[in-house]
């Protein structure tokens, strides 16, 4: 089922795939694909969604798994910021429906939230979480990075 699915235009991205652009390809799967979906955003060919609480994630992966220094860290942080993406804000509304698919799936808030996200903005999620992509693979709105077309 590898690269049967179209590209969506509009896209929540989660941690997993934001980490992969930090990532060499040798060392771990779906970076290639991460790579290229971020190399897509920044030709303007997909537009990327990202809720507020993905820069403390993301710091704090690069902070406890990954051997760097606390330059290199700012500095992935500040490269992740001048992006461009667009930022969502937590709202009660995505909250109330980040805790429903809590629930429903079992899996913690902040990967409810994404989905809630996506759900909201009328968009796709993609991750790059193997797990999370199983828990939930009655979402259509839901991809893995590996289901993209990405050429």
């Given at each position: 089922m590898e690269g049967d699915k179209m590209i969506p235009e509009r896209i929540v991205i989660d941690t997993s795939v934001v980490l992969k652009w930090f990532r060499k390809e040798k060392m771990e799967k779906y970076v290639k694909e991460s790579k290229k979906l971020r190399d897509y955003y920044l030709k303007g060919i997909v537009e990327i969604i990202i809720p507020d609480f993905i820069f403390y994630e993301f710091t704090n992966v690069?902070?406890?798994?990954?051997?760097?220094t606390?330059?290199?860290?700012?500095?992935?942080?500040?490269?992740?910021f001048n992006m461009g993406f667009e930022i969502k804000h937590a709202d009660p509304e995505t909250i109330k429906e980040s805790v429903y698919i809590s629930f429903k799936y079992a899996i913690p808030i902040t990967e409810a939230y994404y989905i809630a996200l996506a759900d909201q903005e009328k968009a796709f999620l993609v991750t790059a979480d193997d797990h999370l992509k199983e828990i939930v693979k009655d979402k259509r709105n839901v991809l893995h990075v590996k289901?993209?077309?990405l050429i």
């Open positions: 690069l902070r406890y798994k990954v051997d760097l606390e330059d290199e860290i700012y500095k992935g942080v500040k490269s992740l289901e993209l077309s």
